[in-house]
Structure formats: structure tokens, C-alpha cells
């Protein structure tokens, strides 16, 4: 039987590979561009919450981590577990598969534990990068999985990371990238019938905050 302990956020402990990460990617960013973080006291010092952002990057995951003072835990593409060095590396960052395009129960079941043992998660609405900057259409799976968790939502916006490095291009480019952790919205917990019916509603309230996160100049 899992324990359901919301207060064992505060004893997590960051590996040497991602805290290596999470300090050194900013100001590895900054020499080539600029990082802005707008928001953190939003993010929960204890207990479960399901960070859920727009896509911009392949730098999105390492910079949205590296702002977020706790242990996150991030849902990703399960080809990049295949990988030869990435492969070695995905599990050390604390992410963990799942397979794209199809329902993968597999990875809801991690994501519900987790959240379960009071930690963080973060899982991108999209299920992919955009092809062209813009917001794409939210993917049920993850709203599903938000209305299930029954734990605070995080709105997670990143902006200018398509600028410096987008899908189809070999290498990061100069850009200016600001990150905004939003106010938690919170939701009960839902299942069965009544969760599916609650998907478009719960959708449009997630992408209308992603939306605003991303277009307010403040």
C-alpha cells in the first residue's frame, strides 16, 4: 500500500547530477542570452503539485527545472530513455517515460505515486514542442491526469525559448527566456464518467492561463 505523506516533500533530496544541473544551467544560459524567473513564491514549499507548462524547447525541461527550488519530477518521451548517454542521464534528473501519441497507464501510474509521496511533477499539456511558437491543443491524457491527481496545478509558462532554439534547428541561438510559475489552481479530485466530462472545461481553464502567463508583458 503507497503512504500517502504530503509532508515527505520536505525530506527529498536532489542527487549530485541534478543539483549539478539545476545550478549550473541558468548561468550556463546567461552567457548566451538572458533567464528571467517571475513567480516562484507560488510554487508549494511542501506536498504534491502538477506543474503543467507550454513547450517551446528542447531547453524547457533544464531551465524550468532549474527554477524550481525543490525536486521536480518530469514526465518526457520515452525514446529519450534509448539514447546511449541521454539514456543514463533522464532517470538522474528525476524524469520518467512515457510513450507519445497513445494512452500510456504506465506512466500515469508514476505520476499518481508520486504525487501520492508529496512530490512535485511537471508534464507538458502539449505532448510536444510547437512547430510555431504557438500554443498547440491541449492533450486529454494530462488533463485527465490533472483532474485525477486532485493536487494544486501549477501554470507554467516559458517564453523566448523557441526563439533560441526551435525543433528544427541544430543549436541553441542568443535569446532572452522568461520563465512564470502562476497561482495554483486548485481542483478536486475526479474519476470515472464525471472526469471525462470535466476534460474540455478543465482544458480550456489550464490553456487560458497558459495563454495569459505568455502574453502578459509584466
Known sequence: MERNDASSSAGERMGFIYRMVQVLAPRLWRIRGSLEVIGRQN?????PFLLIANHQSLLDPILIQSAVPRPVYTMAKS?????????????RIHAFPVRRYQVDPQSVRIALRLLRQGRGVA???EGER????????????????????????????????????????????????RIRF?????LPAVRGARN???????????????RSGITDSV
Not at 525514446?79 to 532517470?91: C, H, R, S, V
Not at 474540455?200 to 490553456?207: F, G, R, S, V
Request: glycine share 6%; aromatic share 8%.
Open 79 to 91: 525514446t529519450q530513455f534509448a539514447a546511449p548517454i541521454l539514456g543514463l542521464i533522464m532517470p
Open 182 to 186: 502562476m497561482e495554483p489552481i486548485e
Open 130 to 177: 510547437t512547430w510555431n511558437g504557438h500554443l498547440q491543443e491541449p492533450r486529454r491524457g494530462t488533463v485527465r491526469l490533472a483532474l485525477r491527481a486532485g493536487v494544486p496545478i501549477i501554470p507554467t509558462t516559458i517564453r523566448g525559448s523557441y526563439d533560441a532554439w526551435p525543433r528544427w534547428d541544430r543549436r541553441p541561438w542568443p535569446a532572452a527566456v
Open 123 to 125: 508534464v507538458y499539456i
Open 196 to 210: 471525462r466530462r470535466l476534460v474540455t472545461e478543465t482544458a480550456d481553464l489550464i490553456m487560458r492561463a497558459l
Open 43 to 47: 510554487l508549494p514549499a511542501t506536498g
